[in-house]
């Protein structure tokens, strides 16, 4: 299987089957603590939609995530720098809701999406980005 595999081995095998190990599972709270919260990748695999609300911690300016739906790979990579916010998706396989939080001292200047149709709204210093039927796309958020 080409693509990125998961630094957490017992999540997934290199087949995108769930495996687990006795001797590992005392990190899996970590795991979900850097997917869920950090990454802030949240799928709804019943509701057909992927959140991606990202929270990277001071000092922490790219981070990338790989995750199987579907027996294929879908990653989100967060890359952060003083004027922008870049978010990168490749392999979504369902609608994606993106919410980036500025806070205050920011004023964002323009939201870019690469490639998809979007829809997009600012509310309270809260960006909300809805991407529909788009596998590979790119966020990137000036301020």
């Known amino acids: 299987m080409a693509g990125p595999r998961p630094t957490a081995p017992e999540y997934w095998n290199e087949y995108a089957e769930p495996w687990g190990c ?74 994606v809701e993106y919410h980036l939080k500025l806070s205050d001292h920011f004023e964002v200047q323009k939201v870019l999406v690469d490639d998809a149709a979007y829809e997009f709204e600012i509310i309270d210093g809260q960006i909300t980005v809805v991407v529909s039927n788009q596998s590979d796309f790119s966020i990137r958020i000036l301020f």
């Not at 995530?65 to 720098?81: E, F, K, L, M, S």
């Open 22 to 95: 006795i001797e590992y599972t005392w990190n899996g709270l970590l795991n979900n603590l850097l997917i869920e919260r950090v990454a802030g990748i949240r799928p709804n695999k019943p509701g057909g939609l992927l959140v991606v609300e990202p929270n990277l911690p001071k000092g922490i300016d790219f981070l990338e995530i790989a995750y199987p739906v579907d027996g294929a790979w879908t990653c989100v990579a967060h890359h952060r720098d003083e004027h922008s916010f870049l978010t990168k998706v490749k392999g979504a396989t369902e609608k």
